[in-house]
Nanobody
Framework: QLQLVESGGGSVQSGGSLKLSCTAS????????MGWFRQAAGREREGLAT????????HYANSVKGRFTISRDNSKRTVFLQMNGLVPEDAAMYYC??????????????????????????????WGQGTQVTVSS
């Protein structure tokens, strides 16, 4: 079973930066999407960024576009989230997740699409335990 482990969270002052990492326990299919999500206390889980493992296509939520960058290193089974210009509203538990197609039809569909435009958590079947980010003003 695929396992994901996040790291890199911590406490920073407003305007600061953090780089989160998400390492997988095994090679991830090139048809997979990897995403970063966050959830603050009392709020719904919010999709932030996605990346297609088989290419470099990325998508971002408006709330983080221009400040956060998702990237991957397949050789290290790791996906990153570089976060710049952090503000107190960014404080939350941050999670990475994997959407791995589980049948040939879905695999082909993903390969043909070549991207992961959906920022919602549905479809992401594998989740890490999360890493906490705190931003002080």
């Amino acid at each position: 079973q695929l396992q994901l482990v996040e790291s890199g969270g911590g406490s920073v002052q407003s305007g600061g930066s953090l780089k989160l990492s998400c390492t997988a326990s095994e090679d991830i299919s090139i048809s997979a999407c990897m995403g970063w999500f966050r959830q603050a206390a009392g709020r719904e889980r919010e999709g932030l960024a996605t990346i297609y493992i088989g290419g470099n296509t990325t998508h971002y939520a408006n709330s983080v576009k221009g400040r956060f960058t998702i990237s991957r290193d397949n050789s290290k089974r790791t996906v990153f989230l570089q976060m710049n210009g952090l503000v107190p509203e960014d404080a939350a538990m941050y999670y990475c997740a994997a959407d791995v197609p589980d049948n040939n039809k879905n695999i082909l569909s993903r390969l043909l699409a070549g991207s992961c435009p959906e920022l919602g958590p549905d479809g992401y079947g594998y989740w890490g335990q999360g890493t906490q980010v705190t931003v002080s003003s």
